[in-house]
């Protein structure tokens, strides 16, 4: 089974510049969710998706950040304009559902290899 | 607010003994567990995963982890450690049949094990 993708796996830009990354989930996966993980730091949620529509974005800075699942597969990431401590590790993964009767599902999320971002 | 605690950020053990990763956790109501690793340059792989059931969970690569409810712990071990095992370990909470479903990661703890 093949894993999550993202690309590109490294990014430098310079500070207000954009930028976007690319994530695939697991075939199948119905939700979907993008993490900020900095230097020493646990990932941090910015933003969940259950097929092409929003769960949880509030963490997600929208002034600057912005995140779409058109079609409830392929996801987009996009920072623009980009700050200096926006520079951290951007992760992808998904899961098999975000809730199932009853409460919201115990399903293991799996991550892709990230997306490290480096803001000059 | 749900929050976890790695109070170790480093781990050192030799090949061969006892390893152990402490985590502790403060959530309302009953927690689900998870603990992931990350090697560099990787991203996060699940290792396993308490939900309900009994206290001691077994995972991946020979890892087990047990749950404590009285001490609010989540403590990962494997009995005989290898050079492999070297990696970031990550330990995770949510609110157990909530609508507060966001996963909090604690801050890491590296591992390693020299041969």
């Known amino acids: 089974e093949a894993g999550v993708a993202q690309s590109p796996r490294y990014k430098i830009i310079e500070k207000r510049q954009s930028v976007a990354f690319w994530c695939n989930p697991i075939?199948?996966?119905?939700?979907l969710y993008w993490y900020q993980q900095i230097l020493g730091q646990g990932p941090k949620l910015l933003i969940q998706?259950?097929?092409?529509?929003?769960?949880?974005d509030s963490q997600l800075p929208k002034d600057r950040f912005s995140a779409e699942r058109l079609k409830g597969v392929d996801s987009t990431l996009k920072i623009q304009p980009a700050k200096l401590e926006d520079s951290a590790v951007y992760l992808c993964?998904?899961?098999?559902?975000?809730?199932?009767?009853?409460?919201?599902?115990?399903?293991?999320?799996?991550f892709g290899p990230g997306t490290r971002l480096t803001v000059l | 607010a749900q929050s976890v605690a790695q109070p170790e950020d480093q781990v050192n053990v030799a090949e061969g003994n006892p390893l152990t990763v402490k985590c502790t956790y403060s959530v309302s109501g009953n927690p689900y567990l998870f603990w992931y690793v990350q090697y560099p340059n990787r991203g996060l792989q699940f290792l396993l995963k308490y939900i309900t059931g009994d206290n001691l969970v077994k995972g991946s690569y020979g890892f087990e982890a047990e749950f404590n409810k009285s001490q609010t712990s989540f403590h990962l071990k494997k009995p005989s450690a290898l050079v492999s095992d070297s990696a970031l370990y990550f330990c995770?909470?949510?609110?157990?049949?909530?609508?507060?479903?966001?996963?909090?990661f604690g801050a890491g703890t590296t591992v390693t094990v020299r041969a």
């Open positions: 998706f259950q097929n092409n529509g929003v769960v949880d």
């Open positions: 075939s199948g996966h119905a939700t």
């Open positions: 993964a998904s899961s098999l559902r975000s809730w199932i009767a009853g409460g919201y599902s115990t399903d293991t999320q799996y």
């Open positions: 995770a909470v949510r609110a157990g049949r909530s609508n507060d479903y966001k996963l909090s």
